[in-house]
């Protein structure tokens, strides 16, 4: 079972290629999804879950879904199955509470 922090560390991990892959810096990731700097390297180490917002700004901006930043490494069409049956609940469970978090915000703003 994936605890809490795996999916920090896997998060972080998949940030960070993505961002390395597009040839940018921490900070100017930061500037194109508006957040800090050190909230970038924060979840790139694993210190921190991005929120909900920062989630769907990563995944919009890298031109992916949220899960596939959750998603660990090595996982291809070929193992998926074998991914599903290890990761789903803890995946399914991290999608929900962002996805929770993102829809309380959303209709906080909206009162």
Do not use: W
Not at 31 to 54: L, M, Y
């Amino acid at each position: 079972m994936k605890t809490e922090q795996e999916l920090k560390n896997t998060l972080g991990l998949n940030v960070r290629n993505r961002r390395e892959h597009k040839g940018l810096t921490q900070e100017k990731l930061a500037e194109k999804i508006c957040v800090s700097k050190n909230t970038v390297s924060d979840i790139e180490s694993g210190d921190k879950f991005a929120r909900a917002c920062t989630l769907v700004r990563l995944a919009k901006f890298f031109e992916t879904e949220v899960y596939e930043l959750l998603k660990p490494k090595g996982i291809s069409p070929d193992n998926t199955a074998d991914a599903i049956a290890i990761y789903s609940k803890e995946v399914k469970e991290a999608v929900e509470r962002v996805e929770k978090s993102y829809l309380g915000r959303k209709k906080d703003r909206n009162d």
